[in-house]
């Protein structure tokens, strides 16, 4: 009997201690889930992202555009 009371007030600090590691860890679970949420919707936002293949083809057509454009202008006043 001895033994448990000189171990009694170490294990109620111990005790208090767990309480306090188990609500950190709730709150660490809870971040972990908003930080969850926020990765989905950042992923959803990155496969929306066009494609290097797309980029470039984009900027060729807009260049080919603006060529074809000064090729007609070109045309055009030499035809005057």
Do not use: H, Y
């Not at 767990?18 to 609500?23: E, H």
């Amino acid at each position: 009997m001895d033994i448990l009371r000189r171990l009694e007030p170490a294990l109620t600090v111990l005790q208090g201690d767990l309480n306090d590691v188990r609500a950190d860890l709730k709150e660490v679970r809870a971040e972990q889930r908003r930080q969850g949420e926020r990765l989905a919707a950042l992923e959803g936002r990155v496969s929306q992202l066009p494609t290097l293949i797309q980029i470039i083809g984009t900027v060729l057509a807009v260049n080919a555009g603006i060529v074809a454009v000064a090729f007609g202008l070109v045309n055009v006043i030499r035809a005057q």
